[in-house]
T-cell receptor, first 116, second 116 residues
Framework: AQTVTQSQPEMSVQEAETVTLSCTYDTSESNYYLFWYKQPPSRQMILVIR??????QNATENRFSVNFQKAAKSFSLKISDSQLGDTAMYFCAFMKQTSGTYKYIFGTGTRLKVLA | DAGVTQSPTHLIKTRGQQVTLRCSPK?????VSWYQQALGQGPQFIFQYYEEEERQRGNFPDRFSGHQFPNYSSELNVNALLLGDSALYLCASSLLGVGTGFTEAFFGQGTRLTVV
């Protein structure tokens, strides 16, 4: 069974600085997807960035980028130029689609606080 | 586009009672998944519905059941409520029709269920 581990329960960063959130996962699959979701106090899970395992190039979305190390099963999120609006819970998630169905497996989350 | 909508937003029930939560998927989506998010934890997969059938189920007891209607909306039913069922229940929708491949799952804002 797949597992996702986020070892940093809480982190803080000064506004405009850079922070990296860690995530490791365990799977025997070779093709899968990895995600970072943001959950603000409004509770809605918002997709931050997505990585297909077959792609060697790390995904980037504006200030957000990932460091995907497939052999090490590591998937960290880097937030550059942190903004107050980045304050939220961040969840790393694994997804494998098989036989017309799929499910997300989430880590326990990292609470990020951006300080003014 | 209203996105994924869930109702009600908050609910308080007594132990032993039954509850029904509702989800309307994002326009154009045909698949609905339900997740339970306990306080301080990541979401846990309950089950997924596609073509009005349960396609995959997580490690949840039979007290948790669901339904998908022809318009793709879905209900989650929980019988004989326990204190431990108190959680945020998230609905996620996506398009999983034949030939569409993977599409991003969109989450609703959840229903906060409190069992007293």
């Amino acid at each position: 069974a797949q597992t996702v581990t986020q070892s940093q329960p809480e982190m803080s960063v000064q506004e405009a600085e850079t922070v990296t959130l860690s995530c490791t996962y365990d799977t025997s699959e070779s093709n899968y997807y990895l995600f970072w979701y943001k959950q603000p106090p409004s509770r809605q899970m918002i997709l931050v960035i997505r990585q297909e395992a077959y792609k060697q190039q790390n995904a980037t979305e504006n200030r957000f980028s990932v460091n995907f190390q497939k052999a090490a099963k590591s998937f960290s999120l880097k937030i550059s130029d942190s903004q107050l609006g980045d304050t939220a819970m961040y969840f790393c998630a694994f997804m494998k689609q098989t036989s017309g169905t799929y499910k997300y497996i989430f880590g326990t989350g990292t609470r990020l606080k951006v300080l003014a | 586009d209203a996105g994924v909508t869930q109702s009600p937003t908050h609910l308080i029930k007594t132990r032993g009672q039954q509850v029904t939560l509702r989800c309307s998927p994002k326009s154009g989506h045909d698949t609905v998944s339900w997740y339970q998010q306990a306080l301080g934890q990541g979401p846990q997969f309950i089950f997924q519905y596609y073509e009005e059938e349960e396609r995959q189920r997580g490690n949840f007891p039979d007290r948790f059941s669901g339904h998908q209607f022809p318009n793709y909306s879905s209900e989650l039913n929980v019988n004989a409520l326990l204190l431990g069922d108190s959680a945020l229940y998230l609905c996620a929708s996506s398009l999983l029709g034949v030939g569409t491949g993977f599409t991003e799952a969109f989450f609703g804002q959840g229903t906060r269920l409190t069992v007293v």
